[in-house]
């Protein structure tokens, strides 16, 4: 049951991690400056809105692919950092 203990642990970190993303894009309203850093957001050429009459539907397709390869890129550097 050790090796469970360092998933766990990894676990805790990555979910602390996306919270504090959370906070930071929820507040990046109210900083100057810093809300247009991620402004770019859900906006991508290739994000699907469709509104109708009584629904909206909303696809963030291209804005998923891009957060997929910066997560990819940010993960395999940590990797690399922590193999030494």
């Known amino acids: 049951m050790a090796a ?3 998933v766990g642990r990894w676990l805790i970190v990555v ?11 929820t507040l990046a309203e109210k900083w100057p400056g810093f809300g247009s850093a991620f ?3 859900g906006k991508l050429p ?3 809105s469709i509104t109708r009459e009584q629904f909206s539907v909303y ?5 998923s692919l ?11 550097v940590l990797s690399w950092l922590f193999r030494r």
């Open 66 to 76: 891009v957060l997929s390869i910066l997560l990819s890129l940010v993960l395999s």
């Open 59 to 63: 696809i963030p397709i291209a804005t």
């Open 39 to 41: 402004s770019w957001i």
């Open 46 to 48: 290739g994000d699907l």
């Open 4 to 6: 469970w203990n360092g």
């Open 15 to 25: 979910g602390l991690v996306i919270a504090v993303f959370g906070v930071l894009l």
